[in-house]
């Protein structure tokens, strides 16, 4: 029988670059849509992978003059094609031992959660997935940090995850112990969207512990990671940054300005149609910013323009500091102060 050692070191081989396992004992106290042993009742454990995002990827947006690699490597490539491929071969080997692979890549939160009807009395409705952070955590990889990013003593918040649950009866990992985040709350401060609240967290208890995290303001987020904001993207006019302005003023449920026609979108999904919500400023993205609407053709993810410049790039320039990470640098990160661009320099088309 497969041993939990032979299953990381081939999950290591296949390409994972972290592989931690916890018994689904530890979901206990979650909330059903996020439960996998709805999925699978009989299942053991859950396998977590990470996979690196390479600081050199983050490099371009850093220094103001490369954008590609983030979105397409760091990001497509991991969740859509190297991190699936991982599962598969891990998967096989499990299968060939008798075991059951249910499979979790990143991208299949695409298809939607709860948007089905319960099939029978006591199941939540499909789709169930995974709070893939939590995950982490229930896998002993890591500890969510304030800023909501999962965060391990490898790579700090530099990784994506997928995970595999299987009847297979591995042994687990004990639990992270945590320390990582010290609260410093450069990535509050640092956010380009205001979008991490400083004083409102959001917890959640599972494997008997209280997990909490700043609270997140998701369509600022949403605006700001896909456009960045008008300090901080070289890609916007001036009516798009007067939008993404407005939107981090106003923040949730930011009310649309009534400036024009097209700012009334009858917002699919929102229950109010005179006001922003995720898919609506997406649409509105995608539709004035030519490098989103690229991003999303080529690569099927968004431009990711924020480059994570508050909850992934300050933080780990933050952990590096502290020589918190086992990932070590012959050089710091930032090696020049932060640029921002002032309204005299939106001029452009935006296309
Ligand atoms: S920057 Fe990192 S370490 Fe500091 S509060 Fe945010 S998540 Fe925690
Ligand atoms: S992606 Fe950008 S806007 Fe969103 S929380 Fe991180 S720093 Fe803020």
Known sequence: MLTAEQVKAYAKDCGADLVGIGSVDRFEGISPEWDPRYIMPEAKVIIGLAFRIHRGHLRGIEEGTYYAAYPSIGYAN??????????????NLLEDDGYEAVMFPNSGIR????????VAEGRPAPNVFLNFRVCGFICGMGEIGWSGLFLTPEFGPRQRLAFLVTDAPLE???????????????CVATCP?????????????VAGRTLEKGKLDVLRCATVFQAGSPETSPFMNAEV???V????????????????????????GSP?????????????LYNHMGIIKGACKNFRHPAAICGARGCMRECMIHLEEQGKLGNRFHNPF????????????QLGSGE
Not at 173 to 179: A, I, W
């Open 193 to 205: 969207g205001h979008a991490i609240s400083r004083d409102e967290k959001a917890t959640i208890t």
């Open 334 to 345: 930032r090696r020049r102060p932060a640029w921002k661009l002032t309204p005299a320099d």
């Open 172 to 186: 687990s990992d004990p639990l992270f112990e945590g320390g990582l985040c010290d609260h410093c709350m450069r």
């Open 111 to 118: 298809y939607g959660m709860g948007n089905g009807r319960p």
């Open 272 to 284: 109010d149609p005179k006001r922003w919500n995720s898919p609506a400023i997406h649409d509105y």
């Open 78 to 91: 991991i969740n859509d094609v190297h991190g699936p491929q991982v599962l598969r071969r891990l998967g």
């Open 241 to 243: 940054a007067d939008t």
């Open 245 to 268: 302005r407005h939107i981090i003023e106003e923040g949730e449920d930011a009310p649309v300005k009534p400036l024009g026609p097209e700012r009334f979108w009858g917002n699919p």
